[in-house]
């Protein structure tokens, strides 16, 4: 079951950096300490999405400059595959 969870936190400093406490928040998504995320920012609706990332090895022979540039282009061409996809 997908639901949405509000939780209000006041923004501090953490040395030099601003941040939030969420640990509950992190927990429900799996994430422990150490873990990677991916971060989305959207400036026009002001909205931050933390995503737990999900790293996978590469098979031999694929260096990770390929994986780079394929990503690239996923994006750029991302709504131009997806109407393929549903032809």
């Known amino acids: 079951m997908n ?3 509000d939780m209000e936190r006041k923004v501090t ?3 030099n950096s601003l941040g939030i406490t969420m640990t509950d928040a992190l927990k429900q998504i799996g994430l422990n300490q150490g873990d ?3 971060i989305e920012v959207n400036q026009s609706t002001g909205e931050i ?10 098979p031999n022979g694929i260096s990770e400059d ?3 540039t394929l990503s690239n282009v996923i994006d750029e ?3 131009t ?3 393929l996809k549903d032809r």
């Open 66 to 68: 390929f994986m780079d």
């Open 81 to 83: 595959l997806r109407g």
């Open 49 to 58: 999405i933390i995503k737990k990332s999900t790293k996978v090895a590469l």
């Open 13 to 15: 400093k953490f040395g």
């Open 36 to 38: 990677s995320v991916l």
């Open 3 to 5: 639901r949405m969870v």
């Open 77 to 79: 061409y991302d709504q």
